[in-house]
Each structure stands twice: as structure tokens, then as C-alpha cells.
């Protein structure tokens, strides 16, 4: 984890994330709630600070299978 005197460039989590790639390095990601996600309701409209944050694929609870939580395997 980094030092909270030496933030890393660009977006702050980007030294622990696995989407992490060079624009994360060079921009501060916007704080926003994903297009994807607007037009929902629940937990998953709420404002993320991410580039990549509308390339998760949710699959609403309805459709999920059993032992699921609507958010992918698991």
C-alpha cells in the first residue's frame, strides 16, 4: 500500500489494481457514476473514480444463478 505522504501519479490506486494501465498513471480518473449504471437503482449507481469502471459486466440479480449476488461468479 502507498505511503500517504507519496500518493502515486494519476489515479491513487492504481499500484494495487488489476486494471491498472498507463493512463492510470497520467490522469486523475473523474469522480461519476458509470453510464451503464444511470439508469438503475441499488448499489450499483453510485459514483466511481475509475477509467475503467463501465467494463465490469453485472448481471442483475433476477438472472443471476443461485448463490450469486448479481455481480459475476462467486
Do not use: Q, Y
Not at 488489476?18 to 450499483?44: D, H, I, N, Q, Y
Amino acid at each position: 500500500m502507498p505511503s500517504p505522504t507519496n500518493i502515486p501519479s494519476g489515479c491513487r490506486f492504481r499500484t494495487r489494481c488489476f486494471k491498472a494501465r498507463e493512463r492510470c498513471a497520467l490522469e486523475v480518473p473523474a469522480l461519476a457514476v458509470p453510464a451503464v449504471f444511470r439508469s438503475v437503482t441499488g448499489p450499483v449507481a453510485h459514483d466511481s473514480a475509475c477509467h475503467f469502471a463501465e467494463e465490469k459486466h453485472v448481471v442483475p440479480e433476477h438472472e443471476a444463478p443461485p448463490g450469486t449476488h448479481g455481480d459475476g461468479p462467486g
